[in-house]
């Protein structure tokens, strides 16, 4: 089988930092993805990592170890706009489908 | 970014019916597409693979005599929900890829399916 977990809620104050976890145990890996979803909305692309170490762009960062199998999702200097869900996604092979996690849903307060 | 459009936005209608979802690239080619189911409250569930030209391949679980899915050109694949009942009521949504080296997948604005 496989699985990505990560942790279903965090609460976060505006101008603070969240990171979000990702583990995962998948039959290939060929890449991790970052993915935001407001309420109703489509999934918006954040960030991809191919091999390990930190990406960064601007406010969110993503890393990889893909010898732990996991990555994380950093973001920065939150917004009230920022709050939404966020879903890791593998990649097993390229040109293949994105198999999500659960996802986390990020509230951000004033 | 790439574009990808998906119509209709939403639709509403009897058990028994079948409804047609439409997802386009619209600033580029894609041999593949991907259609992905997601309920309220949880997770995207890949059901299956478009692919340009050819059958698509159905994940564990998904009938596929049930989600019609035809992608008979570089930029349109479809989804069929044939004879939809309310517990297919969910949202869909299509995704796409430019490829050309570029692991980034772009999806559609997603359908809300309510069968009644």
Redesign the interface.
């Given at each position: 089988g496989q699985s990505l977990e990560q942790p279903s809620e965090v609460t976060a104050v505006e101008g603070a930092i969240v990171q979000i976890n990702c583990t995962y145990q998948t039959s290939g890996f060929y890449g991790l993805s970052w993915y935001q979803q407001h309420d109703g909305g489509a999934p918006t692309f954040l960030s991809y990592n191919g091999l390990d170490g930190l990406e960064e762009t601007g406010r969110f960062s993503s890393f990889l170890s893909r010898s732990d199998s996991y990555g994380y999702l950093l973001l920065q200097e939150l917004q009230m706009k920022d709050s939404a869900s966020y879903f890791c996604a593998v990649i097993k092979q390229a040109g293949t489908a994105l198999i999500f996690g659960k996802g986390t849903t990020l509230s951000v307060s004033s | 970014?790439a574009v990808v459009s998906q119509h209709p936005s939403w639709v509403i209608c009897k058990s028994g019916t079948s409804v047609k979802i439409e997802c386009r690239s619209l600033d580029f080619q894609a041999t593949?597409m991907?259609w992905?189911r997601q309920f309220p409250k949880?997770?995207?569930?890949?059901m299956a693979?478009s692919n340009e030209g050819s059958k698509a391949t159905y994940e564990q679980g998904v009938e596929k005599d049930k989600f019609l899915i035809n992608h008979a050109s570089l930029t349109l694949s479809t989804l069929t929900v044939t004879s939809a009942h309310p517990e297919d009521s969910s949202f869909y949504?299509c995704?796409a890829?430019p490829?050309q080296g570029s692991?980034?997948?772009?999806?559609?604005?997603?359908t809300r399916l309510t069968v009644l």
């Open positions: - | 970014g593949t991907f992905y949880q997770s995207l569930m890949l693979t949504i995704s890829g490829g692991n980034e997948q772009f999806f559609g604005p997603g």
